[in-house]
């Protein structure tokens, strides 16, 4: 038990979440989401296509038990710790950053849970709406999330043909985004 608590099998386990976090994270800062899609390239824009490359990793492994299940919330912990050491970065004091990760947190599950069902329903127009609703609040009209929509769909069929067996050996491929 020791040895699996504070040896080598922790460290290994480590180097794990590190890369899929790290895929994780390259999906959400494809420069097409940013240059072609019209993302805002801000912390929020950025905060958003992370928060939404992590759901369909979540999506991914949602169910899987074992292994799978631990991967999973560690990498939602990871997410979570990356979120808060950004805000310091961005200045935000001790005082302010619990209530912003509160924020933020709320804003991620109710993200998750607009995509999710969506995605359940194989419903085009309403994951269209609730990533506009999402990415650009303030755009009124945005054409390109129906390509972001597209993208989604198109990752959440790539992430279940993946096996679950090599994802929690530390290799997840999502497919990159194409130029309009």
């Given amino acids: 038990m020791f040895q699996r608590l504070f040896g080598r099998e922790r460290h290994a386990n480590r180097a794990i979440t590190e890369a899929l976090y790290a895929q994780i994270v390259a999906a959400a800062r494809q420069t097409v989401l940013y240059s072609d899609w019209n993302v805002p390239d801000t912390p929020l824009g950025r905060f958003e296509m992370l928060s939404l490359h992590m759901f369909l990793f979540q999506h991914r492994l949602r169910g899987e038990g074992g292994v799978a299940g631990e991967v999973a919330q560690v990498l939602i912990d990871e997410f979570f710790m990356d979120v808060e050491h950004s805000l310091r970065e961005l200045g935000i004091g001790d005082v302010g950053v619990p209530k912003r990760m509160k924020k933020l947190a ?16 194989n419903d085009h127009d309403a994951l269209v709406a609730a990533l506009a609703r999402n990415v650009r609040p303030d ?24 096996p679950t067996e090599s994802i929690v050996s530390g290799t997840v491929a999502f497919p990159m985004a194409k130029t309009i």
């Avoid at 709320?106 to 329903?121: I, N, P, S």
């Fill in 106 to 121: 709320k804003m991620f599950y109710g993200r998750t849970a607009a995509y999710d069902d969506a995605l359940e329903r």
């Fill in 139 to 162: 755009a009124g009209t945005w054409p390109q999330a129906t390509h972001l929509a597209g993208y989604v769909a198109d990752v959440s069929r790539r992430l279940a043909e993946q």
